[in-house]
């Protein structure tokens, strides 16, 4: 176990709507990033965040977005859902940016 | 832009046997490579790690190669057992740079009983 926490597991959205998943950093870590992973891919690097402010940003458009509060945990906010959004999005918490990633167990999201 | 990539999707071994999964990496600069286990409905778990001022080191079981020369990169897990079923990532960092995690497609590791 990780320590590193989302919400929900699983989620069903229809094209168009909006959707927020949640995340709970490990302990004393106060770096969170998000990745996106395709069915059969790799994880694929969304944006990060540290101390509240986004720390980097991977090739994904405006309508996905993020937050990271005072207590480090973070959420991830996708607008306007398009089918290809539909994906296991992974949230992992480190100590610096590129340092070795504690990743959660996911949501999944399906977008019908 | 540059990516992981990986040699063999699949790769079946029998219980006992030793598993080699291998990493090619395209950016010369990385100085920073991790090798994460992902099982069914998890998210990627930590095995180990490499800086680029190493070429060998080993953990209880595993022991991941770097050779910077032809940018390759591996895992040698020992003794495979059934419990290592699962897809197997290497990722890739401009550690210095402080840039995210680039991640390969993975390998999916299959323990024959």
């Known amino acids: 176990e990780t320590g590193v926490t989302q919400s929900p597991t699983h989620l069903i959205k229809t094209r168009g709507q909006q959707v927020t998943l949640r995340c709970s950093s490990q302990?004393?870590?106060?770096?969170v990033s998000w990745y996106q992973q395709a069915l059969g891919q790799g994880p694929q690097f969304i944006f990060q965040?540290?101390?509240?402010?986004?720390?980097g940003r991977g090739n994904f458009p405006p309508r996905f977005s993020g937050l990271q509060f005072p207590n480090y945990s973070s959420e991830l906010n996708v607008n306007a859902l398009e089918l290809d959004d539909s994906a296991l999005y992974l949230c992992?918490?480190?100590?610096?940016?590129?340092?070795?990633?504690?990743f959660g167990s996911g949501t999944q999201l399906s977008v019908l | 832009g540059e990516s992981v990539g990986l040699h063999l999707p699949t790769l079946s071994v029998q219980e006992g046997d030793n598993s080699i999964i291998n990493c090619a990496y395209s950016n010369s600069a990385s100085d920073y490579f991790i090798w994460y286990k992902q099982e069914s409905g998890k998210g990627p778990q930590f095995i180990i790690d490499i800086r680029s001022n190493m070429d060998k080191r080993q953990g209880q079981r595993v022991t991941v190669l770097l050779n910077k020369t032809v940018k390759h990169l591996s895992l040698q897990i020992a003794a495979t057992q059934p419990g290592d079923s699962a897809v197997y990532f290497c990722?890739?960092?401009?550690?210095?740079?402080?840039?995210?995690?680039?991640f390969g497609k993975g390998t999916r590791l299959s323990v024959i009983a």
């Open positions: 990722a890739e960092t401009l550690n210095s740079g402080n840039t995210p995690l680039v």
């Open positions: 965040y540290y101390r509240e402010e986004e720390n």
């Open positions: 992992a918490s480190s100590l610096t940016m590129s340092e070795k990633l504690f």
């Open positions: 302990s004393g870590h106060n770096t």
